[in-house]
């Protein structure tokens, strides 16, 4: 199936720095999707994106559906410890979804 | 409120063994999924079910994988026989009618094949 791919694939990165990740297709999605996981758990929804060109956030999250609709774009503000886990990315289209490869990030205290 | 119900968290058995997952979605979701993730291949969705229905079942690895969703409350995963490749951890994930993008994942069976 398709795959979507996600960059970086991992992170280390100081408290307080803001992290910057994006996960790109060479399809065309309706949605995106971006989620969290952390070890021993299953994917949480952080946030949803609809419409091209969308920038919605969440917190000290925001999130970007690109203007093609083959990419999205992660950034989190000002990182804390509790930010540790991995983020997927996912594409919509039709009632399937595509997961990404995952963006592994870490945080040092 | 439960979320998504998984069980068993863990299971370890031997090459040639079925195993059974199970999952019990949230109350009033109608789609249900089963996916498998993996280092080497990421998560991957095996099957989904909507309002007890398979739709699409292209995700599953081969014939020694079986899905059923007997009613709206349970569904499970069988693998018959198990092989070492089958290690992973498989989730299962629910979500409301029209609403496919709002899954709700379950915490996960780690199986472990020797």
């Known amino acids: 199936g398709q795959q979507l791919n996600q960059s970086p694939q991992s992170m280390f990165i100081q408290e307080g720095e803001d992290v910057s990740m994006n996960c790109t297709s060479s399809?065309?999605?309706?949605?995106w999707l971006w989620y969290k996981q952390e070890p021993g758990e299953g994917p949480v929804l952080l946030i949803a994106?609809?419409?091209?060109?969308e920038l919605t956030s969440n917190g000290r999250l925001t999130a970007q559906f690109g203007i093609t609709r083959k990419d999205s774009f992660l950034n989190i503000s000002a990182s804390i410890p509790s930010d540790v886990g991995i983020y997927f990315c996912?594409?919509?289209?039709?009632?399937?979804?595509?997961f990404g490869t995952g963006t592994s990030l870490t945080v040092i205290p | 409120d439960a979320g998504v119900i998984q069980s068993p968290r863990h299971e370890v058995t031997e090459m040639g063994q079925e195993v059974t997952l199970r999952c019990k979605p949230i109350?009033?979701?109608?789609?249900l999924f089963w996916y498998r993730q993996t280092m080497m291949r990421g998560l991957e969705l095996l099957i989904y079910?909507?309002?007890?229905?398979?739709?699409?079942d292209s995700g599953m690895p081969e014939d020694r994988f079986s899905a059923k969703m007997p009613n709206a409350s349970f569904s499970t995963l069988k693998i018959q026989p198990s092989e070492p490749r089958d290690s992973a951890v498989y989730f299962c994930?629910?979500?409301?009618?029209?609403?496919?993008?709002?899954?709700?994942f379950g915490p996960g069976t780690r199986l472990l094949v020797l």
């Open positions: 994930a629910s979500s409301l009618p029209g609403g496919p993008e709002t899954q709700y």
């Open positions: 109350s009033g979701h109608n789609s």
């Open positions: 079910f909507n309002n007890n229905v398979p739709i699409d």
């Open positions: 994106l609809y419409k091209a060109g």
């Open positions: 399809s065309i999605f309706n949605t």
């Open positions: 996912a594409g919509l289209s039709g009632n399937q979804f595509y």
